[in-house]
């Protein structure tokens, strides 16, 4: 396929990765007031079923590279649980479901620098302005105060926190050769193994709705990772990932069925971090050329 034609598919993919993923923002926000971890099981669940199938049926099954694969697949699969714990609290509690979705979307920024630390990749100045422009952003839409109510807009920021570090255990992985439909599934069932005992300790009576709509989180959270692995093999994260911030306007949308409207404030956010996003992605696209012409001459 021509290359042009696979970094078309590839917007497309991780488009329909974002929306999927706002999607599951909305349903668990409707499915109301369970707890969380009730949430995170129905939404690994699914996945995990799925994927456990279509690696029972591929030719490599369960196997892992190395045992030092096993750590990095522990780590991402802890640090994405955790992420996810302190997501849905977000998701459940801030003014909009955009909020909760654009402080999750720091994890980019935050994936930097836990490159820097774990890869020993040093950032350059403009992705260090970057990041702090990031961090302005979420400032923005947090509003701190010195209080209880700074909570959840503190667990969407963590959030993003366990997600960078994630994304960072994720790059290792790749490098070391493991499938990504590996790396999904020990996220997944890691995930489903480590919240059964609080759904059935802490398990609330839910309605046919309730049920009907934590089913539809499971089924839009397993659709993003698919999306967004396809995504990934059609072309390169330099080129794509700013995409993926879409999410925000589709959690925006989606909100209105919430009648959740965001606030100046956290709209200026949204547009201070999507500004460091696009940034980052132009700085990266040109240091992307910049070398190749290098190489060439």
């Not at 100045?125 to 952003?137: H, S």
């Not at 698919?226 to 949308?253: C, G, H, K």
């Amino acid at each position: 396929m021509h290359s042009a034609a696979k970094r078309g598919l590839g917007v497309l993919f991780i488009l329909g990765a974002a929306a999927s993923f706002a999607c599951m923002n909305l349903f668990v926000n409707l499915a109301g007031d369970l707890p969380v971890m009730q949430k995170v099981f129905f939404r690994n669940a699914l996945t995990a079923v799925v994927v456990f199938f279509l690696l029972l049926f591929s030719r490599e099954k369960f196997k892992i590279k190395s045992k030092e694969s096993l750590l990095w697949l522990f780590l991402r699969a802890a640090a994405g649980f955790i992420g996810i714990i302190f997501n849905f609290y977000a998701i459940d509690n801030l003014n909009s479901i955009s909020d909760a979705s654009i402080l999750n979307k720091l994890s980019p920024f935050f994936a930097i620098l836990f490159s820097a630390l774990l890869l020993k990749e040093k950032p350059s100045i403009p992705e260090v302005i970057f990041i702090l422009l990031a961090f302005a952003g979420a400032v923005c839409v947090a509003e701190p105060r010195f209080d209880m109510s700074v909570l959840p807009a503190l667990s969407g920021f963590l959030g993003g926190v366990c997600a960078g570090f994630a994304y960072t255990c994720v790059r290792v992985l790749s490098e070391k050769g493991e499938r990504g439909l590996m790396t999904v599934f020990f996220f997944s069932a890691f995930s489903t193994a480590v919240s059964l005992p609080f759904f059935i300790v802490g398990f609330v009576p839910m309605t046919a709705m309730q049920w009907l709509w934590l089913l539809l989180a499971g089924v839009a959270a397993t659709a993003g990772q698919f999306f967004i692995t396809a995504a990934y093999r059609m072309s390169p994260a330099r080129e794509i990932a700013v995409f993926d911030y879409s999410q925000v306007l589709f959690a925006a949308l989606l909100g209105f069925f919430l009648s959740q409207t965001p606030k100046v404030m956290s709209l200026i956010g949204y547009a201070v971090i999507v500004a460091a996003a696009v940034g980052k992605w132009l700085y990266q696209l040109r240091k992307t050329k910049t070398s190749q012409f290098s190489k060439n001459h």
